[in-house]
Protein backbone atom coordinates (compact mmCIF):
# COMPACT_ATOMS: atom_id res chain seq x y z
CA UNK A 1 0.00 0.00 0.00
CA UNK A 2 1.01 3.38 -0.64
CA UNK A 3 2.28 5.59 1.88
CA UNK A 4 0.02 9.00 0.46
CA UNK A 5 -3.24 8.80 -1.41
CA UNK A 6 -3.05 9.49 -5.32
CA UNK A 7 -3.35 12.88 -5.70
CA UNK A 8 -5.07 14.66 -8.48
CA UNK A 9 -2.02 15.73 -10.09
CA UNK A 10 -0.81 12.15 -10.33
CA UNK A 11 -4.30 11.04 -11.35
CA UNK A 12 -4.28 13.48 -14.28
CA UNK A 13 -0.52 12.03 -15.76
CA UNK A 14 -2.07 8.96 -15.98
CA UNK A 15 -4.84 10.14 -17.62
CA UNK A 16 -3.25 12.11 -19.96
CA UNK A 17 -0.73 8.97 -20.78
CA UNK A 18 -3.69 6.70 -21.13
CA UNK A 19 -6.37 8.98 -22.71
CA UNK A 20 -8.61 8.02 -19.49
CA UNK A 21 -11.57 10.46 -18.67
CA UNK A 22 -10.30 12.91 -16.29
CA UNK A 23 -12.56 14.04 -13.96
CA UNK A 24 -11.69 18.40 -12.92
CA UNK A 25 -12.60 19.92 -9.57
CA UNK A 26 -13.45 23.38 -10.72
CA UNK A 27 -14.06 24.04 -7.01
CA UNK A 28 -11.24 23.26 -5.82
CA UNK A 29 -8.92 23.08 -8.32
CA UNK A 30 -5.57 21.84 -5.79
CA UNK A 31 -3.76 19.21 -7.67
CA UNK A 32 -2.05 18.18 -4.19
CA UNK A 33 -5.45 16.79 -2.76
CA UNK A 34 -6.68 12.99 -3.39
CA UNK A 35 -8.13 12.43 -6.51
CA UNK A 36 -12.10 11.65 -5.55
CA UNK A 37 -15.08 10.25 -7.61
CA UNK A 38 -12.69 7.53 -9.46
CA UNK A 39 -14.51 4.24 -9.93
CA UNK A 40 -13.19 0.67 -8.90
CA UNK A 41 -12.07 0.18 -12.79
CA UNK A 42 -10.37 3.32 -13.01
CA UNK A 43 -8.64 2.69 -10.19
CA UNK A 44 -7.60 -1.05 -10.73
CA UNK A 45 -6.28 0.67 -14.38
CA UNK A 46 -4.62 3.47 -12.58
CA UNK A 47 -2.78 0.45 -10.73
CA UNK A 48 -2.06 -1.48 -13.71
CA UNK A 49 -0.55 1.85 -15.10
CA UNK A 50 2.09 2.40 -12.32
CA UNK A 51 2.95 -1.22 -12.18
CA UNK A 52 3.95 -1.07 -15.44
CA UNK A 53 6.02 2.63 -15.16
CA UNK A 54 7.95 0.58 -12.24
CA UNK A 55 8.58 -2.29 -13.99
CA UNK A 56 6.23 -4.08 -12.10
CA UNK A 57 3.58 -7.12 -13.73
CA UNK A 58 0.01 -5.96 -13.61
CA UNK A 59 -1.89 -6.94 -10.47
CA UNK A 60 -5.18 -6.90 -12.50
CA UNK A 61 -6.15 -8.45 -16.04
CA UNK A 62 -9.22 -6.46 -17.72
CA UNK A 63 -11.83 -8.16 -15.65
CA UNK A 64 -10.07 -6.73 -12.49
CA UNK A 65 -9.19 -10.59 -11.19
CA UNK A 66 -5.63 -10.68 -9.47
CA UNK A 67 -2.47 -11.77 -11.64
CA UNK A 68 0.10 -13.39 -9.73
CA UNK A 69 3.63 -12.29 -10.73
CA UNK A 70 3.46 -15.11 -13.35
CA UNK A 71 0.24 -13.68 -14.80
CA UNK A 72 -1.77 -16.46 -13.88
CA UNK A 73 -5.26 -15.77 -11.81
CA UNK A 74 -4.89 -16.13 -8.23
CA UNK A 75 -6.49 -15.19 -4.99
CA UNK A 76 -3.05 -15.42 -2.76
CA UNK A 77 -2.17 -11.56 -2.26
CA UNK A 78 1.56 -12.48 -1.61
CA UNK A 79 1.55 -13.50 -5.24
CA UNK A 80 0.96 -10.11 -6.28
CA UNK A 81 3.87 -8.21 -7.60
CA UNK A 82 2.08 -5.09 -9.14
CA UNK A 83 0.29 -2.32 -7.37
CA UNK A 84 -2.83 -2.94 -6.10
CA UNK A 85 -5.78 -1.79 -4.25
CA UNK A 86 -6.47 -2.88 -0.49
CA UNK A 87 -8.40 -4.93 0.55
CA UNK A 88 -11.06 -3.94 3.32
CA UNK A 89 -8.73 -5.15 6.50
CA UNK A 90 -5.73 -3.46 5.14
CA UNK A 91 -7.60 -0.47 4.44
CA UNK A 92 -8.76 -0.28 8.41
CA UNK A 93 -5.39 -1.16 9.90
CA UNK A 94 -3.93 1.87 7.61
Not at 16 to 32: C, L, Q, S
Not at 59 to 66: I, N, R, T
Not at 67 to 90: F, K
Request: overall charge negative.
Amino acid sequence: MGKYTVTCQEYSRFCRETGAEEFIDRYFPNVRKPAVRVNWFEAIAYCNWLSEKEGLPPAYDELGKLLDCDGSHTTDLRRVAGYRLPTEAEWEYA
